[in-house]
């Protein structure tokens, strides 16, 4: 993709994207269907595996399946999601600065890297969304101790003890509460952290250097990031939305079980949704990286020198270097 590299209005990014993504679409969804590929093949296989158990009238068995099929699909999503992430973003990286970009390529260049990758995933989602985690856990534990495991309200249940009611009326207005706080510091972290990934994959640098990257280029520019992550989410839940709706809807009218046949169209459209979706939040937050980069360092100039070979690429180690001077005059935006 040839482009100038200048400011760019949230406007002018959003058409970029799109532009991107879509004269470069087998290349980014062909990456992002690695991901999807990994999730479709896990999901076909749970889908074996709980038939089996039925057919068997395993019921036991059919829960540890579900609950261990659960926990499987999360780690996948972790795990198959962030390096698609870092590899959509690295090959973006390439298509924006006209340099050629290859699925193979991406893949080769960020699976040497995805202990760093995880761990800096692990960071920002814990510093952001722990609090949240925390205070479910907490009403929680009061639901248990205060309702207990057979429900305050069951057929045969004893008169609620007043107490015990106030209590736990007093605690879900807290979670309430405290639940919205949670949410506005994790989106409010989110947003300091929503460039650390491009920093990591485009600069090399280590998760620490790259979430106080991410710290430095996002400041100032936090409400635009917020609309063009919020822009991505509406696309995702809508593109979600139409192709899983119908299969929702079945599932809530017989229970939570759809028949076999359906499950498996469920997976396929599922498969295509990741492979479809995947590429945008990539894309868009990568052209951000690189226009905050512009907008605060002149790296459009720094980029032409380079194009004409009148500068050398600074190495990785002087990157964090500045990014730890960075850090140390401004004390108030630590991670």
């Avoid at 080769?108 to 814990?126: A, E, K, Q, V």
Wanted: proline content about 5%; hydrophobic content about 50%; aromatic content about 10%.
């Amino acid at each position: 993709m040839e482009t100038t590299l200048r400011p760019l209005t949230l406007g002018e990014i959003l058409d970029r994207t799109a532009e991107l993504y879509r004269s470069n679409f087998l290349l980014l969804a062909g990456i992002s269907s690695v991901y999807g590929g990994i999730l479709l093949v896990l999901g076909l296989l749970q889908i074996g595996v709980q038939q089996g158990a039925r057919a068997m009238h395993m019921n036991t068995g059919l829960i540890v399946v579900s609950v261990v099929g659960l926990v499987v699909l999360y780690l996948a999503i972790f795990v198959a999601g962030g390096l698609g992430v870092a590899a959509n973003t690295r090959a973006v990286g390439w298509l924006y600065l006209g340099e050629p970009a290859s699925i193979g390529a991406a893949y080769r260049t960020i699976l040497p890297r995805t202990g760093r990758y995880l761990w800096l995933l692990t960071i920002t989602y814990f510093l952001a969304w722990f609090p949240c985690v925390l205070i479910y856990a907490a009403y929680a534990a009061v639901i248990l101790v205060y309702v207990g495991a057979k429900g305050m309200f069951a057929p045969h249940a004893p008169p609620p003890d007043p107490q015990k009611m106030i209590i736990l009326l007093a605690s879900s207005v807290a979670f309430i509460f405290l639940l919205l706080g949670s949410l506005v510091y994790g989106i409010m972290m989110s947003l300091r952290y929503a460039l650390a990934v491009p920093a990591c994959t485009v600069e090399n640098l280590t998760a620490r250097a790259a979430i106080k990257r991410s710290i430095q280029l996002s400041k100032g520019s936090r409400g635009r990031i917020f609309m063009l992550g919020l822009l991505a989410l509406i696309i995702q839940l809508g593109l979600t939305g139409i192709t899983q709706g119908f299969f929702i809807a079945v599932g809530i009218k017989h229970q939570g079980v759809l028949p076999v046949w359906m499950s498996v169209v469920q997976q396929f459209l599922a498969f295509l949704t990741n492979t479809f979706v995947g590429p945008i939040y990539a894309t868009g937050f990568t052209l951000f990286y690189y226009d905050q980069r512009v907008r605060k360092e002149g790296y459009d100039i720094e980029h032409m020198m380079q194009t004409a070979g009148l500068s050398q690429p600074p190495p990785a180690l002087e990157t964090q270097s500045t990014v730890a001077v960075a850090e140390i005059l401004d004390p108030g935006e630590r991670a």
